[in-house]
């Protein structure tokens, strides 16, 4: 019984140690753990394959390690968690970063600003006096509210897609901003044009334009257009960019208020 076991024991014995061997015998040199020491046969013979491969030949892909324990750490992408370890950033050098950017509540609006959801740009664009339905004429361009609702089937303003299982997009991408500001130029004729008769930019019942009848903006108007109290630098901003106009073109005048009313808008609302 024991000389059968050991027929049927030994063979299988055997080829794991030799196989054991044959992977760490070859054209490659090795240290005593097995472990490559100089270039592999795939760098050296220019064989094919995974062999071809190795860690100081600098070609293929490399476990991700500590670059500076790596065999070539340019090669790997570290994120260091320990404050101790090498490439930690200067906490000095953090504070001086976050002097730079401002209070706290401009970081937290550079840092942290998510996307005006799909539902409420419409709202907001509604409660300007824009027309969501509203149609162009042949050969002109789409109005605010075309843009807007073909956004949404064109997935341009990040909506969510619920057949495919993916929620609304939380943060602008280039090309949602850039959509979001063509409907803000699209929009910006109709909520000047609305701006005294929606209940939105109402005080007391009494109504305020975005421009008063010498071609300034007016604080109540600009202040409605942002949802924000304006401030100083807001009012003086809002009158360079009207005062730009060409008094020689009589359309100069309409698309530069159209542009200004776009332009706050855009910032007001991608926390800019």
């Given at each position: 019984?024991?000389?059968s076991y050991l027929g049927w024991v030994l063979p299988g014995l055997f080829f794991t140690i030799g196989f054991g061997f044959a992977a760490c015998v070859g054209a490659d040199p090795t240290g005593d753990d097995c472990e490559p020491t100089g270039a592999g046969s795939g760098a050296a013979g220019g064989g094919g394959g995974a062999g071809g491969a190795s860690p100081t030949s600098g070609g293929g892909a490399q476990s991700a390690g500590d670059p500076e324990t790596s065999e070539d750490g340019d090669n790997n992408f570290h994120h260091p968690m320990d404050p101790t370890q090498p490439g930690q950033q200067d906490p000095f050098e953090i504070l001086k970063k976050r002097a730079a950017e401002g209070p706290p509540e401009v970081r937290t609006r550079l840092h942290s600003c998510s996307k005006l959801t799909y539902s409420s740009l419409g709202e907001f664009?509604?409660?300007r006096g824009v027309n969501l339905d509203a149609v162009a004429v042949a050969g002109q361009p789409p109005t605010a509210g075309q843009l807007y609702k073909s956004a949404a089937t064109k997935d341009a303003l990040g909506v969510a897609n619920f057949d495919a299982r993916m929620g609304e997009a939380y943060f602008?991408?280039?090309s949602a901003a850039t959509k979001l500001f063509?409907?803000?130029v699209q929009a910006a004729p109709e909520i000047i044009e609305k701006a005294d008769e929606v209940e939105a930019c109402k005080i007391s019942g009494t109504g305020y334009p975005v421009?008063?009848?010498?071609g300034n903006c007016t604080y109540y108007g600009l202040s409605c257009i942002m949802g924000r109290p304006a401030t100083d630098d807001d009012m003086e901003l809002c009158n360079l960019m009207v005062s730009q106009a060409?008094?020689?073109?009589p359309a100069d005048l309409p698309n530069k208020r159209a542009l200004t009313v776009a332009a706050f808008l855009a910032a007001a609302h991608t926390c800019q």
């Open positions: 019984m024991a000389k664009l509604v409660s602008y991408t280039i063509d409907i803000f421009f008063n009848a010498e060409d008094g020689s073109k």
